[in-house]
């Protein structure tokens, strides 16, 4: 099933707004019942999986960059979260 053009329009404010898909409902005047039921298109979908995976990854970046500066509550959080298998 294509992604027809009104959901190319909805993942690009998606992607504006880093995968909030109450905030992109609300910028697209869209209903979250109409959301729902385009997550039946398997490539729509998956297109919301990438923006998430993204949104993800640039939030990521920014804590390596607090990290990086010495940010100990970064460090902190980092080890907490990834270093849990070592016992942090």
């Given at each position: 099933?294509?992604?027809?053009?009104?959901?190319k329009?909805?993942?690009?404010?998606?992607?504006?707004?880093?995968g909030?898909?109450?905030?992109?409902?609300?910028?697209?005047?869209?209903?979250?019942?109409?959301?729902?039921?385009?997550?039946?298109?398997?490539?729509?979908?998956?297109?919301?999986?990438?923006?998430d995976?993204?949104?993800?990854?640039?939030?990521?970046?920014?804590?390596?960059?607090?990290?990086?500066?010495?940010?100990?509550?970064?460090?902190?959080?980092?080890?907490?979260?990834?270093?849990?298998?070592?016992?942090?």
């Amino acid at each position: 099933m294509e992604i027809t053009e009104e959901q190319k329009q909805f993942l690009e404010v998606l992607q504006s707004q880093l995968g909030n898909v109450t905030l992109a409902l609300t910028k697209s005047n869209l209903t979250r019942d109409k959301y729902n039921g385009w997550l039946n298109n398997p490539q729509f979908k998956k297109a919301v999986k990438d923006i998430d995976e993204s949104s993800l990854d640039l939030v990521e970046q920014k804590l390596l960059v607090k990290i990086n500066e010495g940010d100990l509550n970064a460090i902190q959080f980092y080890l907490k979260t990834k270093g849990k298998k070592r016992g942090y």
